[in-house]
Nanobody, 120 residues
Framework: QVQLVESGGGLVQPGGSLRLSCAASGSIFSINDMLWYRQAPGKERELVATITRSGGTNYADAVKGRFTISRDTKNTVYLQMNSLKPEDTAVYYC???????????????WGQGTQVTVSS
């Protein structure tokens, strides 16, 4: 099926930058939307950014103007995070909507998550 490999998390000071990557692979027909979510301790998981197959993007209000989502032709999605704030601290999860075959319904698959900590 599909595999997702995330990387790029870590510890950064406020105002710093990080770039997350998520590489999707597998014997699938297509990958449609690619998404980044995050979950902070004691809070619900929230949608951070979405990018469609055609490159359309959408962002949560909390990250607009600071985060940029992109994807390449090899089904890797990136999240460039600038001007990071302590409240951005969370586990960040990559997710994809994919089809196994042309006639298959869209399914969701999640990565294992990567920790981002913003602290001085």
């Amino acid at each position: 099926q599909v595999q997702l490999v995330e990387s790029g998390g870590g510890l950064v000071q406020p105002g710093g930058s990080l770039r997350l990557s998520c590489a999707a692979s597998g014997s699938i027909f297509s990958i449609n939307d690619m998404l980044w979510y995050r979950q902070a301790p004691g809070k619900e998981r929230e949608l951070v950014a979405t990018i469609t197959r055609s490159g359309g993007t959408n962002y949560a209000d909390a990250v607009k103007g600071r985060f940029t989502i992109s994807r390449d032709t090899k089904n890797t999605v990136y999240l460039q995070m600038n001007s990071l704030k302590p409240e951005d601290t969370a586990v960040y999860y990559c997710s994809v909507k994919y089809k196994l075959r042309l006639s298959s319904p869209l399914r969701d698959y999640w990565g294992q998550g990567t920790q981002v900590t913003v602290s001085s």
